[in-house]
């Protein structure tokens, strides 16, 4: 039988996630800022990892994204927006070096995304959903049961921010949270999951 993650009501029960602070975020703007976001990603070689796109709502409309890509390492996470032209030659060395480790949830349509946005793949990347799926959970774990299960705290998750524009050209700083304790909390699990039970982390491609 196929185990599955802890329910909204029980994570709800749970401590609070510490997550990043507003003061912890970078959002780079110049070539100089994304080359130093850069250097400090890959000087970390492990990174958690997420995109953001602006919503579609009509049937058939084809999404733009990813608008917003992500990286968390242990003290701050870098928000590179995407129609800054000095950020691409960045990420694009980011997503296809083979020296960071980028891990995420449901990281499928990242990759679609992404090739279709850069016309590059990711390379060393590691779902984190596939790592629970290896140790017998059914389905899409997500950031918030991963949370639950592996640091026994509760990440909350707003789907009014999940679905802003996040083409925009200042976001908020709810964005801005939004996006980089979404790459933060993919860090812990990996943390968590490295400590206990490392067997699980071994598939990256």
Do not use: C
């Amino acid at each position: 039988m196929k185990k599955k993650g802890p329910s909204k009501e029980v994570t709800a029960l749970l401590e609070p996630f510490p997550g990043l602070t507003l003061e912890q975020v970078v959002v780079p703007a110049t070539q100089d800022e994304f080359a130093a976001a850069a250097a400090e990603i890959k000087t970390a070689g492990v990174a958690g990892f997420d995109t953001e796109s602006k919503p579609t709502f009509n049937v058939g409309d084809i999404s733009k994204g990813p608008h917003v890509v992500q990286f968390a390492i242990a003290n701050k996470a870098f928000i590179f927006q995407v129609h800054h032209e000095a950020a691409r030659p960045f990420l694009v060395e980011l997503l296809q070096s083979p020296d960071v480790l980028k891990v995420g949830f449901g990281l499928k349509s990242d990759h679609s995304q992404i090739r279709a946005k850069f016309g590059t793949g990711l390379n060393a990347v590691l779902d984190l959903d596939t790592a629970f799926r290896k140790d017998g959970y059914s389905g899409d774990m997500g950031v918030r049961a991963a949370i639950g299960l592996v640091l026994n705290q509760n990440f909350r998750k707003s789907k009014s921010i999940t679905t802003t524009n996040w083409s925009l050209r200042e976001l908020s700083p709810a964005q801005l949270l939004y996006a980089a304790n979404d790459a933060y909390a993919a860090l812990k699990v990996y943390e968590g999951l490295r400590l206990a039970r490392p067997e699980l982390l071994v598939s990256a491609s």
